[in-house]
């Protein structure tokens, strides 16, 4: 079953100022409709991207936009700062309107777009869950059936009769949130909050909209730059570009493409420092080619100006959805720390545990239980599936788990 449906939406700003323009342009308007014309300035316009001069006075933050989403699905909505999904989001949940095409929902809509939307700074925590309930059209008595539970998931039960005002950010979101979850709206409408909470409350969001979405059979939008967040939650995704669709698909499709649309993975298998004094001279991947189940080999050239006798290096691999997979220190090696005269130490990680796919490193060295220097992404490889087991066979991407135990040694 269709419970919302987008129709050619688009969205146009007058730049730099607040409302539709002058009151020339509003005539202008007015005379068009009157003899039955099209509005003159949908006609003009530049496309949104925020990182070129502005050619035009008018710009389309959303461009003919078309979707349609069942019943009980989480449809993830990704893209870059500014390429219209919280536009996008205000449109559907009727904050503003669209400036062509129509949207068409059955049902009530929850919306939680911005840290606090919809609460009463003045109004108490608890009075807010009755305003925010009755907006949505809840009688008392529904409201009330759901406020223990509300207060229960958000964690706020100590300052529940405390104004919002004095809240921190993290404890609006928690409120807002747990508002927008339990009084059953069919389609929960979230944008980029939840980065605001703590691990544990993102933890139990992710949760609760799980269960909203595959135990109560309720609708979920979400937006997140969270490539995790957006693969372990949606069942499908579209990926906006300069207010245009540029993909829409399965999560893992969608996530894929907008990874590959925005990072050029240029494969970065040597780094070189441009600073004769810092500390890490040289890393290199001495592989050709890094497959699964193989020997990994990290190389390092140290600054011979250290001295000290304490020194070891950290180095964390990162998958291009930002998420750490593993984790390899020389602390756990020669009595804790790397030989201060060894100036070449190698890494080697002998059962190389990743999957398929592209990989970043950062690295750190600690002197004397300091962290000395840092560096991101100084490297960038790609790892292809291998014989993981001796058996002949070429495991899938979807057979080995990158997250598996590292066996390593430094010398």
């Given at each position: 079953m269709i419970i919302l449906k987008a129709e050619n939406i688009s969205k146009q700003y007058r730049l730099g100022l607040v409302g539709t323009g002058t009151i020339s342009h509003d005539l202008n308007r007015w005379w068009a409709g009157v003899r039955g014309k099209e509005d003159p300035f949908l006609k003009i316009g530049s496309v949104n991207d925020r990182s070129t001069k502005a050619d035009s006075d008018y710009v389309w933050a959303l461009r003919d936009i078309n979707f349609e989403v069942k019943r009980g699905e989480v449809l993830g909505i990704i893209g870059k700062n500014g390429a219209g999904k919280s536009t996008l989001l205000k449109i559907l949940s009727r904050v503003t309107g669209p400036t062509t095409g129509e949207i068409k929902t059955k049902g009530r809509i929850a919306s939680l777009l911005e840290v606090g939307t919809g609460f009463h700074p003045e109004l108490t925590g608890r009075e807010n869950i009755y305003l925010n309930g009755a907006i949505l059209g809840m009688s008392k008595a529904e409201i009330k059936a759901k406020e223990e539970e509300i207060v229960q998931f958000s964690g706020c039960e100590r300052y529940i009769d405390t104004p919002v005002k004095r809240y921190s950010s993290g404890m609006r979101v928690r409120l807002a949130f747990a508002v927008a979850a339990f009084l059953e709206p069919d389609i929960l409408v979230i944008d980029e909050v939840?980065?605001?909470?703590?691990?544990?409350?993102?933890?139990?969001?992710?949760?609760?909209?799980?269960?909203?979405?595959?135990?109560?059979?309720?609708?979920?939008?979400?937006?997140?730059?969270?490539?995790?967040?957006?693969?372990?939650?949606?069942?499908?995704?579209?990926?906006?570009?300069?207010?245009?669709?540029?993909?829409?698909?399965?999560?893992?499709?969608?996530?894929?493409?907008?990874?590959?649309?925005?990072?050029?993975?240029?494969?970065?298998?040597?780094?070189?420092?441009?600073?004769?004094?810092?500390?890490?001279?040289?890393?290199?991947?001495?592989?050709?080619?890094?497959?699964?189940?193989?020997?990994?080999?990290?190389?390092?050239?140290?600054?011979?100006?250290?001295?000290?006798?304490?020194?070891?290096?950290?180095?964390?691999?990162?998958?291009?959805?930002?998420?750490?997979?593993?984790?390899?220190?020389?602390?756990?090696?020669?009595?804790?720390?790397?030989?201060?005269?060894?100036?070449?130490?190698?890494?080697?990680?002998?059962?190389n545990p990743l999957i398929q796919g592209f990989y970043y490193i950062n690295v750190g060295i600690v002197v004397d239980n300091t962290v000395a220097e840092e560096l991101k992404k100084c490297l960038i490889f790609e790892v292809m599936n291998g014989d993981f087991f001796n058996t002949g066979i070429i495991l899938k991407p979807s057979t080995l788990k990158a997250k598996a135990l590292a066996h390593y040694k430094w010398c």
């Open positions: 939840l980065a605001v909470g703590d691990a544990e409350f993102q933890k139990k969001a992710v949760g609760k909209m799980q269960d909203i979405s595959k135990g109560e059979g309720r609708t979920v939008l979400f937006v997140s730059h969270n490539m995790a967040a957006v693969k372990s939650l949606c069942t499908r995704a579209i990926v906006l570009e300069n207010g245009k669709t540029v993909f829409e698909g399965g999560t893992d499709e969608s996530v894929d493409y907008y990874i590959a649309k925005n990072s050029d993975k240029i494969i970065k298998m040597n780094y070189s420092s441009l600073d004769e004094n810092s500390l890490f001279q040289e890393i290199s991947i001495k592989n050709n080619i890094v497959s699964s189940g193989k020997t990994l080999r990290i190389d390092f050239k140290i600054h011979p100006k250290i001295n000290e006798d304490k020194i070891n290096i950290h180095i964390g691999v990162y998958d291009f959805n930002d998420e750490k997979v593993l984790h390899i220190s020389s602390e756990y090696f020669n009595d804790g720390y790397i030989d201060s005269k060894n100036k070449n130490p190698i890494c080697e990680i002998y059962k």
